[in-house]
T-cell receptor, first 109, second 116 residues
């Protein structure tokens, strides 16, 4: 079945630094959804990208969908301690989500 | 936003016993519910997809006789881990969606199962 690869697995940053996580697939992705899971918590929906080349912003978060719909990225500008958690991308295949491995972000104050 | 609850939040059971986990959508009708399993520091692995009133669709490698799923109503799905063994210990999370939500999934808080 289709696999969704996500890198890096871990990212440690100083507060105020930027952070980016990447999601890649060898086949065309359907729709990409991004979720955030705080330590000990459950995934919370952030956004869905549908169109090729789409870019969406939520305050300090920027989400991109590649032109070929084979990759996506989440970029956080000027990280804060509240950004700590694991960020997952998921390929939405007709309602069924195939998740990437996740990127765990830690932020040092 | 939509709220999904899970019960129990934590359960410890002895090897060989069965455990039932409930997943409820509290303020919406979920046409589809999903069950995931998550090991520490790992991603969510989809176990099965269940639509109200029909049999669940299991992912490859997931034993349907081991993990019984019932989706009896638009607000309730249950996962029963039968004859549990220590290797079944994990974090089980359900999610729910409805077509009007553009397939956005709302996750429950999860159930930590420990089999001794």
């Amino acid at each position: 079945g289709q696999q969704v690869m996500q890198i890096p697995q871990y990212q440690h940053v100083q507060e105020g630094e930027d952070f980016t996580t990447y999601c890649n697939s060898s086949t065309t992705l359907s729709n990409i959804q991004w979720y955030k899971q705080r330590p000990g918590g459950h995934p919370v929906f952030l956004i869905q990208l549908v169109k090729s080349g789409e870019v969406k912003k939520q305050k300090r978060l920027t989400f991109q969908f590649g032109e070929a719909k084979k990759n996506s990225s989440l970029h956080i500008t000027a990280t804060q301690t509240t950004d700590v958690g694991t960020y997952f991308c998921g390929d939405n295949q007709g309602g069924k989500l195939i998740f990437g491995q996740g990127t765990e972000l830690s932020v040092k104050p | 936003g939509a709220v999904v609850s899970q019960h129990p939040s934590r359960v410890i059971c002895k090897s060989g016993t069965s455990v039932k986990i409930e997943c409820r959508s509290l303020d919406f009708q979920a046409t589809t519910m999903f069950w995931y399993r998550q090991f520490p520091k790992q991603s969510l692995m989809l176990m099965a997809t269940s639509n109200e009133g029909s049999k669940a669709t299991y992912e490859q490698g997931v034993e349907k006789d081991k993990f019984l799923i019932n989706h009896a109503s638009l607000t309730l799905s249950t996962l029963t881990v039968t004859s549990a063994h220590p290797e079944d210990s994990s974090f089980y999370i359900c999610s729910a969606s409805w077509r009007g939500a553009n397939y956005e999934q709302y996750f429950g808080p999860g159930t930590r199962l420990t089999v001794t």
